[in-house]
């Protein structure tokens, strides 16, 4: 495994967490790969869902938190090289509200994996 690769991922990833918290919408439209491939589990129901969906729903909750008195904690958890071009990372999430820490956390396992024509890092699988 290139030394060079693992340095652009976490580049990347502190980058892609940055966007997350100060909640960067175009970023992250930008950052999903049309051909995501995602599934959130809610309250024991699994929902599949892809780009447009989830494009739409980072929209939804960015806005929603805009003027709110919020911070998201984001905490990575595990790097994981799955290929040579590929890196799952396990990223926990929760936020404070009004200065005060939300009971619940998600944890959100992310597959990026390295374009080779535009050398950018794509999200292609999500777990959450």
Request: charged share 30%; glycine share 4%; proline share 2%.
């Amino acid at each position: 495994m290139d030394t060079q690769d693992e340095t652009d991922f976490y580049s990347f990833l502190n980058e892609y967490l940055h966007n997350w918290k100060q909640l960067n919408s175009d970023y992250m439209r930008a950052v999903i790969s049309e051909d995501l491939i995602a599934r959130e589990i809610r309250q024991g129901k699994a929902e599949d869902y892809g780009y447009e969906d989830s494009v739409e729903g980072w929209t939804q909750t960015f806005e929603y938190f805009k003027d709110q008195e919020m911070e998201w904690i984001l905490t990575p958890q595990s790097i994981i090289p799955l290929k040579s071009n590929e890196r799952m990372a396990i990223i926990r999430a929760t936020l404070t509200i009004d200065g005060k820490l939300v009971e619940t956390s998600n944890l959100f396992f992310q597959v990026f994996v390295l374009d080779s024509a535009s050398h950018e890092w794509k999200l292609k699988r999500t777990y959450v």
